[in-house]
């Protein structure tokens, strides 16, 4: 047969629509017609294009033409189309809060507030006891302050915003003092040097990289200096002959000149970890205590709610920044209020907290726990003897910028396979519905349970299950 020959056999569009629409796929489902042209007209004249390309007969013969295997083209392409991008996933990497896979699950309370806010009219600006308008604000403020002992508190859309309005509103145009071993960058290449220079602040770097004293500060002060600023590294320590100044030291000097504390926690941790088995990370109510004017974190970190940047602290402070033009374009949504009320009011009982907010609850199980979800995952997918998993202890990340050397013990299953390579067994699990992500380490896939429930365990099981009979055909 001839290219032309090849031409004449392919299905006109309107043969091709009525053969998709007799179709299993299309017959149970409700699809625009539009949808269906588009489609058919993109794969006939895909195969067009392959038959004009073809450089000899083998190449031909190669090329189907046949409408049932079009038909199955087009509903590909639907399916893609129909498909949404923003997806769930299962999180088998053991890294709790992970940035890439939306950092911290929302408890229960939190998505129930969640869907009420947004499937019904509600009070976010409208004061129920006088029918007069009111703030957003006001349905967080009030339980921040119980929750932490701060005079008043704010919340913007991320601890980014909240540091960036923080220095605009208290130090635009004049200095604040950082230490240098401070001047971090996080990721998305977030550098506080930049945000500062985009606030109007000018930033005076002291001390050294490992080590800096209270009177690196002191010399520091001029006429100019506003604020005294301390940064939380992140995802990485400086280890060895270091030396810091902690807020309490820095509160008395700023005392003594006037000046500002802010102290950017990052994480937000509310509950203090090390009585958990966890290294100590900086609470909340501790900076407080200490002295900080302005403390700001994240609201979906340590803390396990929605996005948000939380500003607590000194009351004339606070509500400077609240009425500053930026504010407004950094205010909360309906949604994260919701969810971030809902989340806040968990920690009313922090024993409770730990077990119901979903992040507390990974960074705390029992090793034992994750140990019994593993063997029965690994017999599971070991089960139809296309795969070998097995039981292999590890650690566990936090993630997200959060206590970054830890290590938390945790248990995992490792997977092999004679019939495919590691790198498309991985490929093959994080396209699979929903798509599994894990770690390849060592010519193995490695599948973490401390960030995966029995629910997803049964899922990931299920996808070997489907591998297994997709490699016995």
């Known amino acids: 047969m001839e290219k032309k020959d090849y031409l004449r056999s392919l299905s006109s569009v309107n043969d091709l629509i009525q053969a998709v629409y007799r179709s299993r796929l299309m017959g149970s489902k409700a699809i625009p017609r539009e949808l269906v042209t588009e489609a058919s007209r993109t794969v006939l004249d895909g195969i067009r294009e392959a038959i004009l390309a073809a450089r000899d007969e083998m190449a031909l013969e190669e090329i189907s033409t046949d409408t049932e ?52 009219y509600n009070n976010l600006e409208f004061r129920l006891e006088d029918g007069a308008r009111g703030s957003r604000q006001e349905h967080l403020r009030g339980l921040l302050c119980d929750l932490t002992g701060a005079e008043s508190a704010l919340v913007v859309n991320n601890n980014a915003a909240a540091v960036l309005l923080a220095l605009t509103t208290h130090a635009k145009g004049r200095e604040v003092i950082v230490s240098r071993g401070q001047l971090i960058e996080i990721g998305g290449s977030f550098r506080l040097p930049e945000v500062m220079a985009q606030s109007g602040a000018r930033l005076v770097e002291v001390g050294t990289t490992n080590k800096t004293y209270l009177e690196d500060y002191r010399r520091a002060i001029t006429s100019e200096t506003a604020m005294l600023m301390r940064a939380h590294p992140s995802n990485y320590r400086i280890t060895g002959f270091t030396a810091e100044v902690g807020i309490k030291e820095l509160a008395g000097l700023a005392g003594e000149y006037g000046l500002v504390v802010l102290d950017d926690l990052g994480s937000g941790v509310y509950v203090d970890l090390s009585e958990h088995g966890m290294q100590y990370e900086p609470t909340i109510r501790r900076s407080l205590e200490d002295g900080a004017d302005l403390v700001c974190f994240s609201g979906d970190k340590l803390l396990g709610g929605p996005q948000a940047g939380i500003v607590l602290g000194r009351s004339d402070l606070v509500e400077a920044m609240a009425r500053h033009p930026l504010a407004r374009a950094l205010r909360v949504d309906k949604l994260t209020v919701a969810a971030l009320e809902a989340t806040l009011r968990q920690y009313l ?125």
Do not use: Y
Request: aromatic share 2%; net charge negative.
């Open 349 to 473: 009982d922090p024993s409770r907290a730990l077990k119901e907010i979903p992040t507390l609850a990974m960074l705390t199980t029992d090793p034992e726990t994750l140990r019994k979800r593993a063997r029965l995952l690994a017999k599971k997918i070991s089960s139809g003897g296309a795969f070998e998993a097995e039981v292999v202890e590890d650690v566990s990340r936090a993630g997200g910028g959060a206590l970054p050397m830890e290590d938390l013990p945790t248990w995992t299953v490792t997977v092999t396979s004679t019939s495919m390579k590691t790198s498309a067994l991985e490929e093959a699990l994080r396209k699979a519905d929903p798509p599994v992500i894990c770690r390849v380490r060592e010519d193995r896939v490695i599948m973490d349970m401390r960030t995966v429930s029995d629910e997803e365990a049964e899922l990931i099981a299920s996808a070997f299950n489907e591998l297994a009979g997709m490699a016995s055909t």
């Open 69 to 120: 295997e079009l038909v199955s083209l087009v509903e590909k392409v639907v399916e893609e189309k129909l498909q949404m991008s923003f997806r769930r996933v299962i999180n088998a990497t053991g890294i709790v809060i992970h940035t890439n896979l939306g950092r911290s699950l929302l408890s229960r309370p939190a998505l129930e507030a969640l869907a009420t806010a947004g499937a019904h």
